[in-house]
């Protein structure tokens, strides 16, 4: 039996630069990981199953589709392993939130998949399968801090910001990716930095902020209440939203702030973790 953790992704500053002719857009973005995540199980089987689990499985469990299975039908058109196996995903992240949930949780089974098989992590071939699974899979692969450029997926690793408090907040609100980039504006507001990845993370900016705004306001509320906490280091939006996270001092302040946070909106999702 192979555990892997699906773990959170934030985009600590995310820039767009402009709209690809093949339709995508030119993103310069700085890529953390979390400690926590989506937990996921893969045991040999004498038929293939995948069970999800966890506070956001309803979500999911209509879809008769899902990345993880697409991950293991593409692992095994790449490296012809057709074992049978049982998946099982404890789906803990919230869906459609920015944080990477399905591309971690896609990500999460090529690791379990390739340790199964003997195949290294860092195999030119499983990384080809995350860049067909989607453009933040790469970066969820590697899990670690990273600046992505391309559709994310060109990474150079970079270190400096592992044990950073982080309090992730959510809303409840789902927001279409899609939708977000379609009402970016268009301009370009130019790179990312270099140098200190803090100073860097501070200093960037989200660009899908603004529409992610505009088409869920209850993302103006979160941040307004992240803001207000004390000893934040930064506070901005993930990904396409709607999640949004704070980076804190210490781990007493990034305490204290999701005490108040679940006191003032039980409803919401809300978790205290730290950077890898």
Request: neutral net charge.
């Given at each position: 039996?192979?555990?892997?953790?699906?773990?959170?992704?934030?985009?600590?500053?995310?820039?767009?630069?402009?709209?690809?002719?093949?339709?995508?857009?030119?993103?310069e973005t700085l890529f953390a990981f979390v400690e926590d995540g989506d937990r996921l199980t893969v045991a040999d089987a004498e038929a293939d199953s995948f069970v999800i689990t966890g506070?956001?499985?309803?979500?999911?469990q209509a879809e008769g589709d899902n990345l993880v299975t697409r991950a293991r039908d593409r692992f095994r058109l790449a490296f012809g392993d057709d074992r049978p196996c049982?998946?099982?995903?404890?789906?803990?992240?919230?869906?459609?939130?920015?944080?990477?949930?399905?591309?971690?949780?896609?990500?999460?089974?090529?690791?379990?998949?390739?340790?199964?098989?003997?195949?290294?992590?860092?195999?030119?071939?499983?990384?080809?399968?995350?860049?067909?699974?989607?453009?933040?899979?790469?970066?969820?692969?590697?899990?670690?801090?990273?600046?992505?450029?391309?559709?994310?997926e060109d990474l150079v690793p970079v270190d400096g910001l592992t044990g950073i408090p982080a309090l992730l907040v959510n809303p409840g609100v789902g927001v279409s990716t899609a939708a977000v980039f379609g009402s970016w504006?268009?301009?370009?507001?130019?790179?990312?930095?270099?140098?200190?990845?803090?100073?860097?993370?501070?200093?960037?900016?989200n660009d899908l902020e603004p529409p992610a705004r505009s088409l869920a306001p209850a993302i103006d509320a979160v941040l307004a209440l992240l803001e207000h906490q004390p000893r934040t280091r930064l506070v901005r939006?993930?990904?396409?939203?709607?999640?949004?996270?704070?980076?804190?001092?210490?781990?007493?302040?990034?305490?204290?702030?999701?005490?108040?946070?679940?006191?003032?909106e039980p409803d919401w999702w809300c978790l205290e973790t730290a950077l890898i």
């Open positions: 039996m192979i555990h892997e953790v699906a773990r959170a992704k934030l985009n600590l500053a995310l820039h767009v630069r402009h709209r690809r002719p093949d339709g995508y857009h030119a993103l506070p956001f499985a309803g979500t999911l049982a998946i099982l995903l404890d789906k803990r992240l919230p869906v459609a939130s920015g944080i990477g949930g399905g591309s971690a949780d896609a990500a999460a089974t090529l690791r379990a998949l390739a340790t199964r098989a003997g195949v290294r992590h860092d195999d030119p071939d499983l990384l080809a399968c995350a860049d067909a699974l989607g453009s933040d899979v790469p970066a969820c692969l590697l899990s670690r801090t990273a600046i992505g450029r391309g559709r994310g504006d268009g301009v370009d507001r130019g790179p990312i930095g270099s140098g200190d990845l803090l100073e860097v993370a501070c200093s960037g900016r939006m993930s990904g396409s939203g709607a999640t949004c996270f704070a980076l804190f001092e210490d781990a007493p302040a990034c305490a204290a702030a999701a005490e108040a946070i679940r006191s003032a």
